[in-house]
């Protein structure tokens, strides 16, 4: 390790890792004097280029399958809303039924918000492992919910817990991931698309056979007690992946968590014993991190700087930054558009699919709850190839990220105006498929490419204006749902267009980034 004080020149080495490695680390000179602890950030790089020597080992492996529980929660949870939407619309009568997603989208939101400071505070390790506890147990106790206001909170409370996961858990990772494996960021998408799947396996059966008919007009507890059992089953799940979390897999606090509280000899200490871990061996000393101090330096160890330290990553300088150039400030704001059109168009219509299916099914004459989870369950298998195809795509010549996304993004939209032409539950289901099968294309480029667009100093508060963008409008897809008739095509075409503009605006971005090395 290098000793050198932080106000040394870089190598080019230097550079280049920091660049690769330090993602949300701000480079000290770009840095106007005041913004950020430059001694912080020393030592932050110093910690990151540790990682870096370790490598790629057991350790990080073993992160790599309980963090992929939390990409799983991440989409788990706002399916199980999707899939207990009928029957409980069938059971409580509700004169607004959306009311129910726009209470889990608000929980999503406060979720991230909360999660997202508070890892800076009580550290990641306890966020990494409550998100999914709570979660678990919000949502069986969901399944004694007496009337549909009862499961509107309960759903906002899970939603609470599902909202930290990847906020939590892809900082905890990206923590202690080398730079040389950072991809495998992208390959977690296989994660939400095989809890899709989970979700409808399991749906098939106790909401198959004991749920009431979209037919029914009498629908009893008693008749529809399939929702229940589905929940206590998704919690149990959840419950399970968070103990194996808890008691059978070590989790060690984030380094740089504790060197921004002062606890450099702790810091140092984790280090050794994740290269224990690995069977490697690290050069990292307490004198490493000392040496980043000037005379007389006072850490900032206190909570509020840590809060502080999190709000300098999203105040205006660096919301300015994004903005610096016409071209850069084009891209953020047209990254922002195309995530706020698809966070509006995907609950719009991905949230009330079995709803859509079973009543369009009764049209058709074959809409029993059987047929509707059956046929949930054909497109959640189309997910999976889905998210595989999109990681191949990204990296054809004279296609990339930027083809890749516009083109599935705007087959998704497509695909939804085709299915408002069948006439059958089949042609239904096919439309639906290659729905589902596109827009799992669109997730897994849409993951790996926007974090690229930003400029490493920025990339954290890119990153947030994309998914403030995405929440906010998630938010309002349930209140449109309210005042546009879901027995009619108006959502599914409302949703089709914002695809597809998400898609031609995706056209209009400045930079294609396949190839090439994020600044």
């Avoid at 949300?24 to 020393?42: F, H, L, N, R």
């Avoid at 009498?218 to 103990?243: P, Q, S």
């Avoid at 204006?465 to 209140?479: H, Q, Y």
């Amino acid at each position: 390790m290098t000793d050198s004080p932080p106000d040394k020149g870089k190598t080019d080495n230097e550079q280049q890792l920091g660049e690769d490695i330090a993602i949300g680390i701000e480079d000290v000179s770009t840095i106007p004097k005041g913004t950020i602890d430059p001694v912080y950030e020393a030592k932050a790089r110093i910690l990151n280029r540790a990682i870096q020597d370790i490598g790629m080992g057991w350790y990080q492996w073993q992160l790599f399958i309980v963090v992929g529980f939390g990409w799983a929660s991440d989409n788990l949870w706002p399916i199980v809303t999707s899939l207990i939407f009928t029957p409980i619309s069938n059971e409580f009568r509700p004169s607004r039924p959306p009311l129910l997603s726009l209470a889990q989208n608000i929980g999503l939101l406060a979720g991230a918000m909360f999660w997202g400071f508070g890892c800076d505070i009580f550290g990641r390790r306890w966020a990494f492992n409550l998100t999914l506890g709570l979660t678990a147990v919000w949502g069986m106790i969901a399944a004694s919910a007496p009337n549909f206001a009862a499961i509107g909170v309960f759903a906002a409370f899970w939603s609470f817990g599902v909202g930290g996961n990847l906020p939590v858990d892809s900082a905890i990772f990206l923590e202690f991931l080398p730079g040389s494996h950072q991809y495998l960021l992208t390959i977690l998408s296989i994660d939400w698309a095989i809890a899709q799947v989970v979700a409808n396996l399991i749906a098939w059966p106790l909401l198959g056979y004991r749920t009431c008919e979209q037919t029914d007009e009498d629908c009893t507890r008693g008749e529809n007690m399939g929702w229940r059992y589905f929940m206590i089953a998704m919690g149990g799940l959840t419950l399970i992946m968070f103990a194996v979390r808890f008691f059978c897999f070590t989790i060690y606090e984030s380094p740089k968590y504790l060197m921004g509280k002062g606890l450099d000899e702790e810091a140092v200490r984790i280090v050794h014993e994740v290269a224990r871990r690995n069977k490697r061996t690290s050069s990292l000393s307490i004198e490493d991190l000392k040496a980043c101090e000037p005379e007389g330096y006072e850490n900032r160890t206190t909570a509020s700087d840590a809060v502080k330290r999190k709000l300098e990553s999203v105040d205006l300088t660096h919301i300015r930054a994004l903005f610096a150039s016409r071209k850069l400030g084009y891209s953020t704001g047209a990254l922002m558009v195309v995530w706020a059109f698809i966070g509006l168009g995907y609950p719009l219509y991905n949230a009330f699919l079995p709803y859509i299916q079973s009543t369009r099914g009764v049209e058709f004459g074959d809409g029993s709850t059987y047929i509707t989870y059956r046929n949930s369950l054909i497109i959640a298998v189309l997910g999976v190839p889905g998210a595989l195809v999109g990681g191949g795509l990204v990296e054809l010549p004279n296609f990339g990220r930027k083809g890749a996304l516009s083109v599935s993004t705007v087959l998704t939209g497509v695909f939804l105006y085709c299915s408002t032409t069948a006439r059958s539950s089949s042609s239904l289901l096919g439309w639906n498929c290659a729905y589902n099968f596109t827009s799992n294309v669109m997730y897994a480029v849409l993951y790996a490419f926007t974090p690229e667009l930003f400029p490493t100093k920025d990339r954290g508060t890119g990153n947030a204006l994309t998914a403030t963008s995405n929440r906010i409008f998630g938010i309002m897809a349930p209140i449109i749902a309210m005042f546009a008739n879901l027995q009619t095509a108006a959502p599914v075409y409302t949703s089709g267009a914002l695809f597809i503009a998400a898609g031609l605006v995706v056209l209009t971005l400045p930079f294609e980034s396949r190839g090439k090395a994020s600044l």
